[in-house]
T-cell receptor, first 115, second 114 residues
């Protein structure tokens, strides 16, 4: 079974500063990894995904993540935080299994941007 | 807009009642997933249907059931509701053909049990 650990349930950064949200995964087979963002009172929107191609993945809104197999990590970064980045971020893992690709989510990290 | 629709957006009901949540997947997606989001449990996978058949079960209570219809829309039925069932229920869809596993989420149904 796969699992995800997100370090830090709350992260605060100043506007313009680097955003770093941490995610470590556990999977017995090669995983697919995802970052989703949830704005207040909204559903989940896919930021980016790793599906065994390039290890550095670029997503929407200037976010990127690097898959590091040796560290079993998939941390999310953005060079310069914007006020609109304030939201909850979820890391998720799934495995390639025909027709059965449930997502296992981490507990989420709430990102606060300080003006 | 993900292309996944869910109705209703909000639902307020009493303990012991039964409700039905509805989901329409993106055009062309064969897999539908249901997730529950609550403060104490986080985001939990409930159940998956693929082209009308149940494919995977997660932490779904026996009081809950789901189905996927020939037109691929899905319904989640919650019965004998308890206060602890209050949560945000998401539906997601994917092509479900061992692709990248990417799922597209609907806006959710917020269930409040009083």
């Amino acid at each position: 079974a796969q699992s995800v650990t997100q370090l830090g349930s709350h992260v605060s950064v100043s506007e313009g500063a680097l955003v770093l949200l941490r995610c470590n995964y556990s999977s017995s087979v090669p995983p697919y990894l995802f970052w989703y963002v949830q704005y207040p009172n909204q559903g989940l929107q896919l930021l980016l995904k790793y599906t065994s191609a390039a290890t550095l993945v670029k997503g929407i809104n200037g976010f990127e993540a690097e898959f590091k197999k040796s560290e079993t990590s998939f941390h999310l970064t953005k060079p310069s935080a914007h006020m609109s980045d304030a939201a909850e971020y979820f890391c998720a893992v799934s495995v390639a299994n025909f027709g059965n690709e449930k997502l296992t989510f981490g507990t989420g990290t709430r990102l606060t941007i300080i003006p | 807009d993900s292309g996944v629709t869910q109705t209703p957006k909000h639902l307020i009901t009493a303990t012991g009642q039964r409700v039905t949540l509805r989901c329409s997947p993106r055009s062309g997606d064969l897999s539908v997933y249901w997730y529950q989001q609550s403060l104490d449990q986080g985001l939990q996978f409930l159940i998956q249907y693929y082209n009308g058949e149940e494919r995977a079960k997660g932490n779904i209570l026996e009081r809950f059931s789901a189905q996927q219809f020939p037109d691929l829309h899905s319904e989640l039925n919650l019965s004998s509701l308890e206060l602890g069932d209050s949560a945000l229920y998401f539906c997601a869809s994917s092509k479900g053909l061992a692709g990248t596993g990417e799922q597209f989420f609907g806006p959710g149904t917020r269930l409040t049990v009083l």
